[in-house]
């Protein structure tokens, strides 16, 4: 069965400082990994997704993340936080033989100016 | 800005009313999901369609969830009889493909529903 962890629930920091959120997978084959973002009262929208090739994927607003199959994850990285990045991350997990993707239970950064 | 087309944004209803919500999905996106998502942001997929045909579902056996993606008109979920625990967002997504794969997904801001 697919399954995502996101192990920090919530992640404080201040503006301009760098930033890691965590990702953990879990599935038999290579997974396809997506990084959703949800800002206040707004639908999900895509920040990247990996499905091969570079294990380092570049997204939108300078956001990156790196795909590790020895560590089974994702992490989403960006090297200065505005204030602005403050909304709950999702990562989210599918795969060629499922027509559903799996979602994490997110983590709510809150950038401190 | 999404243009995944969600109404109404927020639904408040007592327990045992119905409660029904629309979708409007991306223009030529055949591939229509919904998703639950509880106030712990966990996400529980509902069902998708392709075109107007059903793709995958839960097992909605309380038989209290329907949907359906007609031709022509917007997507719609339906709770029969409210209950306190469907209070919620529900999500409507869109996509070129079936979900599986690379494809990404569209989403509309969703419907706030509660049950009191």
């Known amino acids: 069965a697919q399954s995502v962890t996101q192990p920090d629930a919530r992640v404080t920091v201040s503006e301009g400082a760098s930033l890691q959120l965590r990702c953990k997978y879990s599935?038999?084959?290579?997974?396809?990994l997506f990084w959703y973002v949800q800002y206040p009262r707004q639908g999900l929208q895509l920040l990247l997704k990996y499905y091969s090739g570079d294990p380092v994927v570049q997204g939108v607003n300078s956001f990156e993340a790196e795909f590790s199959k020895s560590n089974s994850s994702f992490h989403l990285q960006k090297a200065s936080v505005h204030w602005s990045d403050s909304a709950v991350y999702f990562c989210?997990?599918?795969?060629?033989?499922?027509?559903?993707?799996?979602f994490g239970t997110g983590t709510r950064l809150q950038v401190l100016p | 800005n999404s243009k995944v087309i969600q109404t109404p944004r927020y639904l408040v209803k007592g327990q045992g009313q119905k409660a029904k919500m629309r979708c409007i999905p991306e223009?030529?996106?055949?591939?229509v999901f919904w998703y639950q998502q509880n106030k712990n942001n966990e996400f529980k997929f509902l069902i998708n369609?392709?075109?107007?045909?059903?793709?995958?579902q839960i097992d909605m056996t309380e038989k209290r969830f329907s949907a359906e993606c007609p031709s022509n008109s917007p997507c719609s979920l339906e709770i029969q009889s409210s209950e306190a625990g469907d209070s919620a967002l529900y999500l409507c997504?869109?996509?070129f493909g079936t979900g599986g794969g690379n494809e990404r997904l569209f989403f509309g801001h969703g419907t706030k529903l509660s049950v009191l």
């Open positions: 997504a869109s996509s």
């Open positions: 599935y038999s084959a290579t997974p396809y």
């Open positions: 369609f392709q075109n107007q045909e059903v793709l995958q």
């Open positions: 989210a997990l599918s795969s060629s033989n499922t027509n559903k993707v799996v």
């Open positions: 223009k030529g996106h055949p591939v």
